[in-house]
């Protein structure tokens, strides 16, 4: 924004001016973009999870700018919440291997089972997800139509979904902006925790 587009302030009364955000009368102040927006929306939802080990959130939009639904990682509904009761996983006080014992959904099958029956044969489906899908969720996304996938930070396993998603038409970006980069710094976000942790 150049200081041209602000000319209109030198003729606002100066107690007007002082009603406004500081911010947007800086010339230099930029807009979060939608993706930032639900960027950040998804790392606000991984918030959620009672999940002793993971924390991870979803959204899912269309045409770019059109929020549709979100999820997070978690027990079913009326399932105990692993924080109270402790982890499934957990076994005579050993974390026990194997995806048959996590009483969890992920994030990404949350959030395409919230979303409304309004949105059956919407195209341009993109989901945002805080961490990098797994190969039993990417089938899931590219049955439901998701042609676009953004993730946040880096999943370290499974390496073969990035390929998985790219030979099925979906596109994968990971995703920074210099404003999500400097939300996240203050925030105090890290998703690191437990996800080197084997299924």
């Keep these: 924004m150049s200081k041209e587009t ?3 302030v030198h003729g606002t009364d100066p107690e007007v001016i002082a009603k406004m955000f500081k911010k947007k009368l800086n010339p230099n102040y930029v807009r979060p973009s939608h993706l930032d927006v639900f960027a950040q929306q998804a790392i606000v939802a991984s918030e959620r999870p009672t999940c002793m080990f993971y924390e991870v959130g979803a959204i899912i939009f269309a045409d770019g700018s059109h929020f549709l639904s979100s999820g997070y990682n978690g027990p079913s509904r009326g399932d105990v919440n692993p924080r109270e009761a402790g982890c499934a996983r957990v076994v005579n006080g050993k974390l026990e291997q194997g995806k048959g014992f996590c009483r969890g959904s992920h994030a990404e099958l949350n959030a395409i089972n919230n979303l409304t029956a309004n949105t059956l044969g919407m ?16 089938k899931q996304m590219v049955n439901k139509g998701i042609k676009k996938v953004y ?8 390496e ?7 030979g099925r038409g979906v596109e994968v970006i990971k ?3 210099p404003l999500l ?6 925030n105090g976000y890290d998703p690191i925790g437990a996800t080197n942790m084997q299924e």
């Design 6 to 8: 602000l000319s209109w």
């Design 123 to 138: 195209n341009d489906l993109s989901m945002i997800v805080t961490l990098h899908p797994c190969f039993s969720c990417a």
């Design 151 to 158: 993730y946040i930070w880096e999943y370290r396993r499974e």
């Design 160 to 166: 073969f979904v990035t390929e998985y998603f790219r």
């Design 175 to 177: 995703y920074t902006s």
């Design 181 to 186: 980069e400097k939300w996240i710094t203050l």
